[in-house]
């Protein structure tokens, strides 16, 4: 077991000094993720216990997120990547910060944290995939999105449980309301160390300056169609569990001990794929990650309790790392293949890109909104999360 450790190590030793900092600099990152995605919605929840303003705080940043991608492309004409890259990890700390200074939850507040999310997610993923596209390349981006998301698992695990255990401790709603702030403070200083990382990688901008662009070749237009069809169930799944956990389940304890079943196997799994996969394979285990998805999307329609909740969270556990596996390398060798047929930088992909998930979030977005306002919010949880993964698939 040492022995077999000991050459996963000096495996990744042997990456370029730039891929060793990218990976170090999203594995520190990754601490605060779970508590954006996750815990930012039950409070919320807890506060509002409106489901509908969990969804339009995800609409309000998935908005600032291709406003800020256009912004990030002004803006490489004249900072360094890295301050960019930085500054859009810290600002998802202040974004927490406006949440939790709001007296009430009303829909301007929201709105004004999630576009700042937005920001903070725009500047972060812009920079991170053109980072991601020149530091690797074809035959190793199979094992530098499993490393990352063997770290992404893991942390899934730790994260959760632990916060939903702080935040369970507290008594009343004014000690859990002091818990979050606390949560939010750690989350900064988390930000902040994941920037003084940043700043040791040797991150070039990218050299051509045009990014902005309206006819692609035909190659690039499929993409755009899959991104699409991947952005739906971005709409609003990052919140779902949090809003599925906290109406099932119960509270804050709940969700972190929900989060963490079935997370070590799934995080070594997918380091495995990612290891040991070729190029080939992709297509397959994005396939795998559907067909996962679909199935836990449907059972927890059919059921809809506790059991269904737990089977679904644990097969999204390992359905989502499984597509991300497959999808990025997949963007990023389309990307390699079409910059050089029409002699454009790589950037100006990664901008038009955040199009097609953008349409696809204000769709699975919008259906789970027109469900529950037609019917009922319990209508929207139990069946928008099935009637989006089985359009995925």
Not at 128 to 151: C, I, K, M, Q, S
Not at 187 to 200: D, G, W
Not at 232 to 247: D, E, S
């Amino acid at each position: 077991m040492l022995k077999k450790l000991t050459s996963e190590f000096h495996h990744f030793k042997n990456q370029s000094h730039n891929f060793r900092i990218l990976v170090l600099t999203n594995l520190v990152y990754a601490l605060v993720l779970p508590v954006i995605d996750i815990f930012v919605a039950a409070y919320i929840m807890r506060n509002s216990n409106d489901t509908s303003k969990v969804v339009i705080y995800q609409l309000a940043i998935y908005t600032g997120i291709p406003l800020t991608f256009l912004l990030n492309g002004f803006l490489l004409k004249y900072l360094k990547i890295r301050t960019l890259y930085s500054f859009g990890m810290m600002l998802s700390g202040v974004s927490m910060i406006i949440m939790m200074s709001l007296k009430t939850l009303d829909l301007s507040g929201i709105g004004v944290a999630g576009i700042t999310m937005g920001l903070s997610f725009g500047l972060y993923w812009s920079n991170r995939d053109y980072l991601a596209v020149a530091t690797t390349n074809d035959e190793n981006r199979n094992y530098y999105y499993g490393l990352e998301t063997f770290f992404y698992t893991i942390i899934a695990i730790v994260v959760p449980a632990a916060i939903g255990w702080f935040i369970q401790s507290k008594q009343g709603d004014a000690e859990k309301h002091s818990a979050y702030e606390i949560i939010t403070a750690v989350v900064f200083v988390i930000t902040l160390a994941a920037s003084a990382v940043c700043f040791r990688g040797k991150f070039e901008n990218p050299v051509q300056r045009k990014y902005v662009f309206f006819k692609f070749h035909s190659l690039w237009y499929k993409l755009l169609s899959l991104a699409m069809f991947k952005g739906l169930a971005q709409g609003f799944l990052v919140t779902a569990p949090a809003m599925l956990i906290f109406k099932i389940l119960g509270e804050e304890g709940a969700l972190g001990n929900a989060q963490s079943i079935g997370a070590i196997l799934a995080a070594i799994i997918i380091y495995f794929i990612g290891r040991l996969s070729k190029p080939s394979d992709r297509i397959n285990i994005f396939a795998a990650g559907l067909i996962l998805f679909a199935i836990g999307a449907c059972i927890n329609g059919l059921m809809f309790n506790q059991t269904s909740v737990i089977i679904f969270l644990l097969l999204l556990l390992i359905a989502k790392p499984l597509m991300d596996l497959a999808y990025f390398p997949i963007q990023l060798r389309v990307i390699d293949i079409v910059c050089r047929i029409e002699k454009r930088g790589e950037f100006a992909y990664i901008l038009n890109h955040e199009s097609g998930l953008y349409a696809g979030r204000l769709l699975g977005a919008g259906i789970f909104l027109v469900l529950y306002f037609k019917f009922s919010p319990d209508f929207a949880l139990r069946y928008a999360v099935g009637i989006i993964a089985v359009l995925q698939l």
